[in-house]
């Protein structure tokens, strides 16, 4: 069974920082790519960062700067630090890895949540 279990949302102050991590279990596959998207209320599916095998980045507009992507040693871990955050950065996010068939899998989603 392929999880992927999300930790690390929750409330922050704006300004703070969360660090988000992703653990990916059951994929019996090498992992090409992982990142994360994000989705507020009555917002579209937006992407947050994407890391490949060959090690490029790619950024949603709004994050630039600010967000950091990484994956574990293990390569089955993929990290998200977010610094300077702004209600704005409100949403749920969704992790998700790419396997070498490639098949797509996503994490059930973690609410950070930016306020006062």
């Known amino acids: 069974q392929v999880q992927l279990v999300e930790s690390g949302g929750g409330l922050v102050q704006p300004g703070g920082s969360l660090r988000l991590s992703c653990q990916v279990s059951?994929?019996?596959?090498?992992?090409?790519?992982m990142g994360w998207y994000r989705q507020a209320p009555g917002k579209q599916r937006e992407l947050v960062a994407t890391?490949?095998?060959?090690?490029?980045?790619d950024y949603g507009d709004s994050v630039k700067g600010r967000f950091s992507i990484s994956r574990g040693n293990a390569g089955n871990i993929a990290n998200l630090q977010m610094n300077h955050l702004t209600a704005e950065d409100t949403a749920v996010y969704y992790c998700?890895?790419?396997?070498?068939?490639?098949?797509?899998?996503w994490g059930q989603g973690t609410q950070v949540t930016v306020s006062s």
């Open positions: 059951g994929v019996n596959w090498s992992i090409r790519a």
């Open positions: 998700y890895v790419k396997d070498s068939y490639p098949n797509t899998f």
């Open positions: 890391l490949t095998k060959a090690g490029q980045t």
